[in-house]
């Protein structure tokens, strides 16, 4: 069944299946089936990390199959010492984490808050960076927003992240960055490791959560 515009009856929109705006079960069923509706950001899992040295989040087909794209959203990470966060992966099971030297590529735009800009990136490193250094004074913490395609096909994950690293005691220090990752690899993820770059820090707090879309077509 075609459906055309819903719930408009009068004569400037010919409707293919003529109705009131009201979908029985059956048509939401066919619509949805076709992604014409149902669009959706599902949650999936949210972390406390509380205190752990690095972090594992699955994401392998028993969780995230079905989903368009993945999103993960880091709040108030902080970290027992200055440090930056950056993320690996796992094509196998987290039995060999990837730290292949030529595996990963990044590149992000690093703004501090008093307006001096950075462009930095790397065509060969062994991880991506989401972050930059992020002091371990009390009340300072990272946010980030990390997005990912394709981390269930065999073609090259691709991430794309903002994260906001605040210093409470000086707003020139504090950081925002916008930028971009590829695992180089033609292969589908199960595991990313969030983790602290430059391994100063032991643990890290805060919380991470992650999230599903799956698309909605408008035809």
């Not at 409707?15 to 949805?32: I, M, P, R, S």
């Not at 972090?55 to 930056?84: K, P, Q, R, W, Y």
Request: proline letters at 1%; charged letters at 15%.
């Amino acid at each position: 069944m075609s459906f055309g515009y819903l719930g408009d009856t009068s004569t400037k929109i010919k409707q293919f299946a003529k109705n009131a705006g009201v979908l029985t079960t059956d048509d939401v069923l066919e619509l949805e089936k076709k992604q014409h509706i149902g669009g959706s950001l599902q949650a999936i899992n949210s972390i406390d990390l509380g205190g752990v040295s690095q972090l594992d989040v699955d994401v392998s087909t028993s969780v995230t199959g079905g989903f368009d794209a993945i999103m993960f959203i880091g709040e108030n990470i902080h970290f027992d010492s200055d440090d930056a966060i950056s993320v690996r992966i796992s094509t196998d099971s987290n039995s060999a984490i990837d730290t292949g030297a030529t595996n990963y590529e990044s590149a992000y735009t690093m703004v501090t808050f008093d307006g001096t800009a950075y462009n930095r990136g790397a065509t060969g490193a062994n991880n991506f960076q989401l972050s930059e250094d992020l002091n371990s004074a009390t009340n300072d913490c990272l946010h980030f927003t990390l997005f990912g395609w394709n981390l269930l096909n065999t073609g090259h994950p691709i991430f794309a992240y903002h994260s906001i690293a605040i210093d409470a005691s000086a707003v020139a220090t504090s950081r925002t960055a916008f930028g971009g990752g590829e695992f180089t690899q033609n292969v589908a993820l199960d595991v990313m490791r969030f983790f602290p770059t430059f391994g100063a820090a032991s643990a890290m707090t805060g919380k991470i959560t992650m999230y599903g879309f799956k698309a909605q077509w408008v035809q």
